[in-house]
């Protein structure tokens, strides 16, 4: 019995390293669900407004999050930024960033950006599996040095209307 239970166990190990083989080479192509998940919109503030042409953009995060900026401290692990865009009036996708604990060690250090890891979701929550989010990452990285944000530096402008 343990014999069998030891063969079972080998074998569903083999199988799981073949799954995350083929998981490895779809990332190459395109998206994967990674880390991101989506967050708990009610618990984010909207601290900045983005327009141009008929895109609007609200960007959010949690309390937390602008208080660190704000203090000139490092955004807590478990934080989510989110772009929430909007086309003509109607909500058209979220872009979000979420910050783990160790996270930038799922990816080389050409593609990392810290702990953040990045995701485009649908308006009904799903992933966009046709976007590649190294884009993102390749991105973002030129903003190192402000937590691979683009308009955090608003943060310490905001007092409660979002700043545009
Ligand atoms: C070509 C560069 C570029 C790419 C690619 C890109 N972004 Fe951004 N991102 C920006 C800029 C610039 C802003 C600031 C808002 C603006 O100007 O529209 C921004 C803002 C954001 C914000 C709000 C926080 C912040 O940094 O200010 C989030 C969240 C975000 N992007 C997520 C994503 C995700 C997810 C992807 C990939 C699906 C992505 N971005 C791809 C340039 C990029």
């Known amino acids: 019995m343990r014999q069998l239970m030891k063969r079972f166990a080998k074998s569903m190990a083999l ?5 995350g083989a083929v998981l490895l080479i779809g ?8 880390r991101v998940r989506f967050p708990d919109l009610d618990r984010l503030v909207h601290y900045a407004t983005v327009k141009r042409g008929n895109v609007t953009e609200h960007i959010m995060t949690t ?3 602008i208080e660190a900026v704000k203090g000139g401290q490092p955004v807590p692990a478990g934080t ?4 929430v865009d909007h086309r003509d009036g109607e909500l058209y996708r979220y872009f979000v960033m979420e910050k783990g604990g160790k996270w930038g060690a799922d990816y080389d250090e050409n ?3 810290d702990d953040w890891q990045f ?3 649908w308006p009904d929550k799903s992933v966009n599996m ?5 884009r993102c990452q390749s991105c973002h990285r030129s903003q190192a040095d402000s937590e691979y944000l683009y308009t955090g530096y608003r943060i310490p402008r905001f007092s409660g209307t979002p700043v545009e």
């Open 111 to 113: 593609r990392r950006t």
């Open 119 to 121: 995701q485009w979701f």
């Open 80 to 83: 989510h930024f989110v772009l």
């Open 27 to 34: 990332w190459q192509v395109h998206a994967e669900t990674n």
């Open 15 to 19: 199988a799981g390293a073949s799954a």
């Open 130 to 134: 046709n976007e590649n989010t190294a």
């Open 63 to 65: 309390p937390e999050a």
